[in-house]
């Protein structure tokens, strides 16, 4: 038990799947696993344990952005030995070939700070994903045919951005998405020795305007949860 999870000591398993929304971890865990049970509710952030094929797993909400993600990965990691953690969760397209549905596997995450920016000082530190986890996680889109895209994304401190020119630069650099979460993350993985990805969702695209409408949320997302799972048990 710690101060924001108060799940007991073998309660959480090794693999934790982490949506930033708590319903969302209710919903995968009833929708995707067997013998789900709700292991944490404190402050309204739940998290669940059940098995999928066998395998135990953990869903737990991480909340908007990256120091509450930081907190929840941490107490994770430190207290409940997580080993393997995987973001799945939504975000903005940036680029053209980017559509929305589509599935983005978080290669890299840009930031302009995070949680782990004291450590760093004047080093820009690049996170990045668990190369094994990626590509099992690429196979596993592509055996289910999803449209899939591996590469950078931008994870930002804010929701309502005001900066333009940013985007612009991340859009001609090639960033595929932006999101809230993942390079926390990441650092935090590289830090402790854990495995570590993001697999995300274009809910909405910043170029073009699109959003997905609400009655297909479930289903898109249903492939997203699946990518994750099928990535963390190949």
């Known amino acids: ?40 509710e404190v402050r309204g952030m739940l998290g669940f344990t059940g098995t999928w094929r066998g395998n135990r797993v953990t869903i ?30 939504s975000c903005g397209g940036m680029q053209r070939k980017v559509e929305v549905r589509d599935v983005i596997l978080a290669m890299t995450a840009s930031s302009l700070s995070t949680p782990s920016r004291g450590i760093f000082k004047e080093l820009n530190f690049a996170p990045c994903a668990d190369y094994g986890l990626l590509r099992a996680a690429a196979d596993a889109a592509a055996a289910k045919g999803v449209a899939t895209h591996v590469g950078g ?40 020795g854990r495995r570590a990805l993001a697999v995300l969702t274009v809910s909405d695209h910043l170029l073009t305007g699109e959003a997905l409408p609400s009655e297909d949320r479930e289903r898109s997302f249903g492939d997203m949860v699946e990518i994750a799972l099928e990535a963390a048990f190949a």
């Open 153 to 192: 994304i931008y994870s930002s401190d804010v929701f309502y951005d005001e900066r333009p020119d940013l985007n612009e630069q991340m859009t001609r650099h090639g960033i595929l998405g932006v999101e809230m979460e993942a390079a926390e993350l990441y650092n935090l993985a590289a830090r402790h």
């Open 1 to 40: 038990m710690t101060i924001h999870i108060g799940a007991k000591p073998g309660d959480i398993a090794e693999t934790v799947l982490m949506p930033g929304d708590p319903y969302r971890a209710k919903w995968a865990a009833e929708t995707f696993l067997e013998d789900a049970t709700c292991i944490n």
């Open 60 to 89: 737990h909400g991480s909340g908007m952005g990256m120091p509450s993600l930081s907190i929840y990965a941490n107490e994770l990691i430190r207290d409940y030995n997580a080993q393997t953690l995987i973001r799945i969760g």
